[in-house]
């Protein structure tokens, strides 16, 4: 199932085999990664796009380990064991998520002359100090706090199920990416599919109100959109490999996204429509079967079987 089930569109399985296995038990994947000589400009002939999507190795890391510590705080007062048991799959697979991008940081973006850190410095006081845990106030105040940050949790789990789809639809390896790269993302991406229903049913079982669900998903996908932009910017300033102007980085952006290497930004943003649409539920987004198929022959948790 392609992106477009984001947007409400249903798409049929083409084969039996590609039928929705139903629910998958969720467990963290060891993988490996070796980034010696990966380019930074890892599709071959588009320098946008390649830095485009490096911008999620800039964010990820604090943002993932951000979902494993609410995670942990909130475990303790789940009762139904069922959900407890995905919450804990759900844990290890981001835990993982983000040692893997945070390696990406200091062997690939660093080692290109990338400096990652200032960016860095700004995700941890986005995540450890803005959206932290609070530490003051009434136990139930404290609870209030939590139960907003899952829902936050779960809107952005709904923009990553969405790349999640494009990474395993998308024409990386027509295009001569280097298949290290693009394994990553599309590792992750089949893992986020996975998942995709976790973070909204979590939210659900500590308080399933839409005032809460439309006020975080409307919060979320500015600020989302803002850290993707102003990471491209930071990339593309220290990449000294390219002079483009502005709108020359406009074009090759475009030529990246009519080439199906970069997602069309309109068509993650209209997805939030779908988000607020009665009876909405994540696995309408991306194929169960497609994510697990594509799990078990991802090079990456291959070589560390």
Do not use: C
Request: net charge neutral; glycine share 6%.
């Amino acid at each position: 199932m392609s992106i477009t089930a984001s947007l409400g569109i249903p798409v049929v399985p083409e084969s039996a085999d590609e039928a929705d296995p139903g629910p998958v038990e969720l467990h963290a994947r060891n993988v490996t990664f070796d980034w010696t000589d990966v380019p930074l400009h890892w599709i071959p002939g588009h320098p946008v796009a390649s830095n485009f999507i490096s911008v999620l190795n800039l964010l990820l890391p604090e943002g993932e380990r951000w979902f494993v510590q609410t995670y942990n705080e909130a475990l303790p007062l789940v009762a139904d064991e069922e959900l407890a048991a995905r919450m804990r799959g759900f844990i290890g697979q981001e835990a993982m998520h983000a040692e893997a991008h945070d390696h990406v940081l200091w062997e690939f973006l660093d080692h290109h002359g990338i400096d990652p850190r200032p960016y860095q410095l700004q995700m941890e006081w986005i995540f450890r100090k803005v959206l932290g845990p609070a530490t003051k106030g009434s136990p139930a105040a404290r609870r209030k706090h939590l139960v907003e940050r899952l829902w936050f949790i779960a809107a952005l789990e709904h923009y990553t199920a969405v790349l999640g789809d494009f990474a395993l639809n998308n024409n990386w390896i027509e295009a001569g990416a280097h298949p290290m790269m693009a394994d990553l993302f599309m590792w992750h991406g089949a893992e986020e599919v996975e998942h995709r229903a976790v973070a909204h049913d979590v939210a659900a079982y500590f308080g399933d109100s839409y005032l809460r669900r439309g006020r975080a998903m409307l919060m979320v996908l500015p600020i989302l959109l803002l850290l993707v932009q102003r990471g491209y910017r930071f990339i593309m300033k220290q990449d000294t490999s390219v002079s483009y102007n502005y709108l020359q980085k406009k074009w090759q952006y475009h030529r990246g996204v009519r080439a199906n290497l970069l997602p069309r930004i309109s068509t993650v943003v209209f997805s939030t429509f779908s988000y607020f649409r009665p009876g909405f539920r994540p696995e309408q987004i991306g194929s169960t079967a497609q994510a697990v198929a594509y799990l078990a022959k991802s090079p990456a948790a291959r070589r560390a079987a």
